[in-house]
């Protein structure tokens, strides 16, 4: 049953600790306290330090985001001016064909216009040797001293025509 603890001062430790609940339960939080303290300084050394190298990794990463996105505008823009200028020279060359097709347009014209004047020339030149031909033949069949005579006389007549009228005037 209950055994009744005597008030003499001997009693052993344990039951002086029960004795006094205020104790006990005072060492218990010391204790309990203790152990969170040491463990949220054990969190705060050792804990936060992967935590802060994650801090920092992140920081990182987003630097060298940044980093990459200025390098990809830059391009860009590097390739937007190339183009621009690709595009211009592009322009450039074919104004060039447009001119030189008109040009060649033209000279194929004065190639055609030089032709037709060649071929009239030839023509020409052709007429020519024929009628040079057909003169030389006639020539040919008429004796060239009867012809002779002729022209002789007709330059006699006409001197004599001058001197008779040269006379009657003076």
Do not use: C
Request: no cysteine; net charge positive; proline share 2%.
């Amino acid at each position: 049953m209950i055994e009744v603890i005597s008030g003499d001062g001997r009693a052993t430790g344990i039951a002086r600790i029960g004795a006094q609940p205020i104790a006990l339960a005072a060492a218990t939080l010391v204790v309990i306290l203790v152990g969170v303290g040491s463990i949220v300084l054990w969190r705060a050394y050792t804990g936060n330090a992967p935590e802060q190298e994650r801090v920092v990794a992140a920081r990182q990463l987003q630097v060298r985001t940044a980093q990459a996105s200025e390098q990809l505008v830059e391009k860009t823009k590097g390739l937007e001016a190339t183009q621009q200028e690709s595009i211009d020279q592009l322009q450039v060359v074919q104004d060039q064909l447009q001119t030189v097709r008109r040009l060649l347009a033209a000279q194929q014209a004065d190639n055609k216009r030089l032709s037709e004047q060649v071929s009239g020339l030839t023509e020409a030149i052709d007429g020519l040797r024929q009628s040079f031909a057909s003169a030389q033949a006639t020539e040919a069949s008429n004796p060239p001293s009867a012809r002779n005579r002729s022209i002789r006389t007709r330059s006699h007549a006409a001197k004599g025509t001058r001197r008779k009228v040269a006379k009657s005037r003076g």
